[in-house]
């Protein structure tokens, strides 16, 4: 048994990390696992190792409920470099193909337009997305192109916040299956001059915000019981949804996987608390008063 299976302990929550560029989602991932000696550890999607910004990771009973960030909207702030086009849509790519810049503030805000709302995106083939199995990127890194359908998504805001030379950072915010290099390489094509993404920071996942996240330099510098004093509590990933309280014999009943009598003036998903405050999971309201468990917490 290793060293870090025997000291693995039981710790529930949800760590905010604000990630470092050149370090993968899931290296990030393990690497805050072994710093808060957690049994089990997952992520709410990933983030490009070039990028950096706010990476959500649950521990524990935490990662039963990190399905809900994964729908969330995202924002970013991103920069982009005209007039350069790389393989794979970002400074982590070869240069492809190089074009004279001579592009004004006013037509880059003009052609920003064209990008709100919602809009087409064909998915890159240096991604995670699956064909036959295989995600793309190991197509990509043989040469081997493979037709992709575009998607809808939404961009809910693009702000230019600054532009200069061939240089312009962009504040974006997006709906979940959104690629920020897609959208740059896409800008780019718009203004005839090419582009690509340099810089990425992910600054918001659904209520969540980049302020509020960790280092790891902090994290390292604290001892395991400060460490843990970082942690959100597992109901964070859900306060979106309206908040029922379960009175006994019913909290009981629905600890256990039942149905239970319960009036709800909303109807749907909702998060469930006992008398005294825990939090026992989601339930599914439905007429006329009854909630069903969706999904529990095993030491509720």
């Not at 030379?165 to 897609?182: D, M, P």
């Not at 029922?244 to 019913?250: I, M, S």
């Amino acid at each position: 048994m290793s060293s870090r299976q025997r000291h693995a302990r039981r710790i529930d929550g949800v760590l905010l990390l604000d990630k470092p560029p050149g370090i993968g989602s899931n290296a990030a991932l393990q690497h805050a696992r072994r710093l808060f000696a957690a049994e089990r550890a997952g992520h709410t999607g990933t983030l490009d190792p070039m990028a950096s910004g706010l990476l959500a990771l649950c521990f524990g009973e935490a990662t039963k409920f990190s399905g809900e960030l994964l729908e969330a909207g995202k924002s970013y702030v991103a920069t982009l470099k005209l007039g350069e086009r790389t393989a794979t849509g970002d400074a982590e790519g070869e240069v492809i193909e190089r074009r004279p810049v001579s592009v004004t503030r006013e037509q880059l805000s003009a052609v920003l337009e064209r990008f709100r709302g919602e809009i087409r995106q064909v998915p890159p083939m240096y991604s995670a997305l699956k064909r036959e199995g295989r995600p793309l990127y190991e197509y990509a890194r043989k040469g081997i192109e493979v037709e992709r359908e575009a998607r809808t998504v939404a961009v809910t805001a693009l702000v230019l916040d600054r532009f200069e030379g061939a240089e312009a950072t962009l504040s974006v915010e997006c709906s979940k299956g959104t690629y920020i290099r897609t959208l740059a390489q896409d800008i780019g094509e718009a203004l005839g001059c090419g582009a690509h993404l340099c810089k990425l920071v992910r600054t918001g996942i659904g209520r969540f915000r980049l302020e509020q996240a960790h280092r790891f330099e902090g994290i390292e510098a604290l001892s395991e019981g400060e460490r843990s004093g970082l942690l959100l509590p597992v109901d964070a990933l859900v306060r979106d949804l309206p908040e029922l309280a379960l009175p006994e014999p019913e909290e009981a009943a629905f600890r256990q996987g039942q149905t239970v009598s319960a009036p709800c003036a909303a109807q749907g998903r909702v998060r469930v608390y006992a008398t005294d405050g825990r939090f026992l999971g989601v339930g599914l309201a439905e007429p006329p008063g009854s909630l069903r468990p969706k999904r529990l917490l095993s030491s509720a």
